[in-house]
């Protein structure tokens, strides 16, 4: 019966403890413009998302009448039930949370040694 020898020779974990000990270049934050401009597309994208999930499934034009749900009824069952109607609204209203949540917390990420760098 054959042994299974080391997977790695101590030379190699050697060199690897030693690159593990040489300090990482901690990459420069993007621009203050780039984050703020981030941020309003994400919250205008939640808000928008949030907004169609949350009233589209209560209307009839877009939802009982829809030519896709027509062609398939075993779908359009069952998301013409209410509870199915509320979960969808509930992910809407979760999708605005997040971007309130988002608005609320935001916070500009400067590079370290600058004249604008606020902790």
Not at 38 to 65: A, E, K, M, Q
Not at 75 to 89: E, H, N, Q, T, Y
Request: charge should be neutral; glycine fraction near 8%.
């Amino acid at each position: 019966m054959t042994t299974q020898g080391e997977l790695f020779t101590r030379e190699t974990a050697q060199r690897s403890e030693q690159r593990n000990d040489t300090p990482r270049a901690v990459p420069e934050p993007a621009p203050v413009w780039l984050q703020r401009l981030s941020l309003i597309v994400l919250v205008l994208f939640c808000f928008y998302i949030g907004g169609l999930l949350t009233i589209l499934p209560w209307s009839p034009r877009y939802f009982d009448s829809n030519a896709w749900l027509l062609a398939h009824p075993a779908v359009a069952a069952f998301l013409g039930k209410s509870w199915m109607r509320g979960i969808l609204s509930g992910i809407g209203l979760i999708d605005i949370w997040i971007g309130v949540s988002e608005l609320l917390h935001y916070k500009d990420y400067r590079a370290h040694g600058g004249s604008d760098y606020r902790p």
